[in-house]
C-alpha cells in the first residue's frame, strides 16, 4: 500500500490505463468472428459503464464472416457496440474514457467523437491512421500503449 502513496497522479492513470486495456483484451475473447477479435470498454469516473466486442447486431446469427472469409457489412466494431450500449441505459458516455485493443477506424472515430468520450486509449495500431487523426483533430486524447508496455508494467509492480 505504502509503494502505492508514492506513485505520482500520471502513473497511477498509467497504471489504471494498462489494466483496463487488459480487461478489454480479455472482453475480445468474446468476440464470436475469426479473422480478429476486438474488445473496448468505456470508463468514466474510474467505473466501466459499457463494454463490446465487434460481431454482428442483436438477433443476427453469430458469424462475422462470409463465404469467402469477408467481414460482413453489418458486423459493429467493439467500438461502436460499446458506444450503442451506453444509448440503452440512463448512462451517459460523455467525458468517458474508451479503452480498445485495436486503434479505431474512422468511423468509429466519428462516434467517439459524438459520443462525448474525450480519451481512447488502445493497444494495436490499425494499419490506417485515419481514425486516429480524426480524434486528435477534433481534440480527444490519443493514448497509444503496446502490449509490450502493458507487460513491462506488469513486470514493474
Ligand atoms: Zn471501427
Redesign the pocket.
Known amino acids: 500500500m505504502e509503494a502505492e502513496a508514492e506513485l505520482t497522479k500520471e502513473q497511477k492513470q498509467r497504471k489504471f490505463d494498462v489494466r483496463y486495456l487488459e480487461m478489454a483484451r480479455i472482453w475480445a475473447k468474446n468476440s464470436y468472428c475469426k479473422r480478429k477479435q476486438v474488445g473496448a470498454l468505456i470508463v468514466k469516473d474510474r467505473q466501466i459503464i459499457s463494454d463490446g466486442y465487434n460481431g454482428t447486431p442483436a438477433g443476427f446469427e453469430n458469424v462475422c464472416e462470409d463465404e469467402n472469409n469477408i467481414t460482413k457489412q453489418y458486423v459493429l ?1 467493439a ?2 457496440n460499446a458506444i450503442t450500449k451506453v444509448a440503452k441505459t440512463n448512462n451517459s458516455s460523455e467525458n468517458g474514457t474508451l479503452y480498445v485493443t485495436t486503434s ?2 474512422i ?2 472515430s466519428k462516434l467517439i467523437i459524438q459520443a462525448g468520450i474525450k480519451k481512447v486509449v488502445f493497444a494495436e495500431l490499425y494499419s490506417r491512421h485515419e481514425g486516429l487523426e480524426l480524434l486528435e483533430r477534433a481534440g480527444v486524447e490519443v493514448v497509444h500503449l503496446p502490449d509490450e508496455e502493458a507487460r513491462k508494467h506488469n513486470r514493474d509492480q
Open positions: 466494431h467500438e461502436a479505431p477506424c468511423e468509429c
